[in-house]
């Protein structure tokens, strides 16, 4: 009896838990209500049968209870009870995918006069490609990516000339109007989503899949990685920034075109100085990933935190010291598996940096190392291992 009252009362919980809890889905911002209606319909059908299978268990419980005397009957077959069961989970499993193919078929067909962008994914950062004023993208190849050409550009493929490349993971669109979204990876598989447009789709190695939509509500929107793909992969965060049509055909404007990336790769290094190398550095470590798994406060970290890092002394996995100089810096950022930290798995991902990003990731570091002692204490209390060695 006991039990009968136990599934009861968990009916009656998940009922006023799914109206009373404060957890329901972001505003929509796309036009996929669709979307919406299709979870709907599977939230109603998985819960009116679970309603039923719990209260007819607690009802069995109670009505065939054991009683002195009483045997039960033994029925091994019942043809008509088994005909109504499989047509109806036939029913319920055929209305729970049939809206969902019908929404996806027409997710994945974009409008002939859409936008086209594209979403290139590695370990852990996204980068976005507008096709330029030809309207076509050019011809791409993961064995063509390189520091100067991270999304692997072929040079000798005109249309890629005027293509828009957004080195960061904020993309922006107009407001109102059909986008088709391709996706690319470099390394992994990865998720494009962002919960406002309701839409999500996996990035696979190898291919280009895609999906549309059409934003309705200008602001700010989340981009998430929504398919695991490494210890970053918590990290892996981006925005949409939607704005009015104007708005964003003046951000598209000012974004670089490959062919002026290629006439001037150093254009980062128009800032000159050591302050303006260490800003760049710390950019770099938010964009490249780097702080997805190195603290900077001391912190612990899944990789070496860099707080207090630059100058001291090293013990790797093999058991020699080292220093933590300039050339050890560069050289485990190039090969992280060349010179492991004892202590730490040898899980960090090869990233293509050129010559001065990596001087500016080992200036920012510095400066890092240069913290005085008394903020190096603190870190130390908060932490017992400090991001050093374990
Ligand atoms: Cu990329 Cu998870």
């Known amino acids: 009896?006991?039990?009968?009252?136990?599934?009861?009362?968990?009916?009656?919980?998940?009922?006023?838990?799914?109206?009373?809890?404060?957890w329901w889905f972001t505003p929509l911002s796309s036009n996929w209500g669709q979307l919406d209606d299709t979870i709907l319909v599977t939230l109603v059908i998985t819960a009116l049968v679970f309603i039923a299978v719990n209260l007819f268990v607690a009802w069995s419980i109670v009505r065939f209870r054991h009683r002195p005397g009483r045997r039960a009957a033994f029925e091994p077959e019942n043809r008509r009870l088994e005909g109504w069961l499989t047509l109806v989970t036939t029913l319920g499993i055929v209305a729970m995918l049939a809206p969902g193919l019908y929404v996806y078929s027409d997710m994945i067909s974009p409008p002939k006069d859409a936008l086209v962008v594209e979403a290139l994914g590695q370990q852990w950062q996204w980068r976005f490609r507008f096709p330029g004023a030809d309207g076509r993208l050019g011809r791409s190849d993961t064995a063509r990516v390189s520091a100067d050409n991270?999304?692997?550009?072929?040079?000798?493929?005109?249309?890629?000339?005027?293509?828009?490349?957004?080195?960061?993971?904020?993309?922006?669109?107009?407001?109102?109007?059909?986008?088709?979204?391709?996706?690319?990876?470099?390394?992994?598989?990865?998720?494009?989503?962002?919960?406002?447009?309701?839409?999500?789709?996996?990035?696979v190695p190898g291919l280009v899949s895609r999906l549309w939509l059409t934003p309705t509500q200008p602001g700010r929107f989340e981009i998430l990685c929504a398919e695991l793909c490494g210890v970053g992969h918590f990290n892996m965060r981006g925005a949409v920034v939607v704005a009015e049509a104007a708005e964003f055909d003046t951000w598209l404007a000012a974004?670089?075109?490959?062919?002026?990336?290629?006439?001037?790769?150093?254009?980062?290094?128009?800032?000159?100085?050591?302050?303006?190398?260490?800003?760049?550095?710390?950019?770099?470590?938010?964009?490249?990933?780097?702080?997805?798994?190195?603290?900077?406060?001391?912190?612990?970290?899944?990789?070496?935190?860099?707080?207090?890092?630059?100058?001291?002394?090293?013990?790797?996995?093999?058991?020699?010291?080292?220093?933590?100089?300039?050339?050890?810096?560069?050289?485990?950022?190039?090969?992280?598996?060349?010179?492991?930290?004892?202590?730490?798995?040898?899980?960090?991902?090869?990233?293509?940096?050129?010559?001065?990003?990596?001087?500016?990731?080992v200036a920012y570091i510095k400066t890092l190392g240069e913290a005085p002692a008394a903020a190096d204490e603190d870190a130390a209390r908060r932490a017992p291992n400090g991001g050093t060695p374990r």
């Not at 006991?2 to 919980?13: D, E, R, W, Y």
């Not at 080195?167 to 989503?193: C, G, K, M, Q």
């Open 255 to 361: 974004q670089p075109t490959f062919a002026r990336m290629r006439a001037a790769p150093a254009a980062t290094e128009a800032a000159t100085g050591p302050a303006a190398l260490a800003a760049q550095g710390r950019a770099l470590a938010q964009t490249r990933g780097c702080a997805a798994c190195h603290s900077t406060d001391g912190s612990p970290s899944v990789g070496p935190g860099w707080r207090g890092l630059y100058g001291s002394a090293r013990t790797l996995a093999d058991g020699s010291r080292v220093h933590a100089d300039d050339a050890y810096l560069m050289r485990s950022i190039r090969e992280p598996a060349a010179q492991l930290v004892q202590g730490y798995p040898a899980i960090m991902p090869v990233t293509a940096l050129g010559d001065d990003e990596l001087a500016a990731l």
């Open 150 to 203: 991270p999304f692997g550009l072929d040079p000798a493929d005109p249309a890629g000339e005027d293509d828009v490349l957004i080195d960061a993971a904020e993309l922006h669109l107009p407001l109102a109007r059909p986008v088709t979204v391709l996706l690319r990876s470099r390394d992994v598989l990865h998720n494009f989503y962002v919960p406002h447009f309701r839409v999500k789709m996996d990035l």
């Open 1 to 22: 009896m006991s039990l009968a009252i136990a599934l009861v009362l968990i009916v009656v919980a998940s009922v006023l838990f799914h109206f009373l809890s404060p």
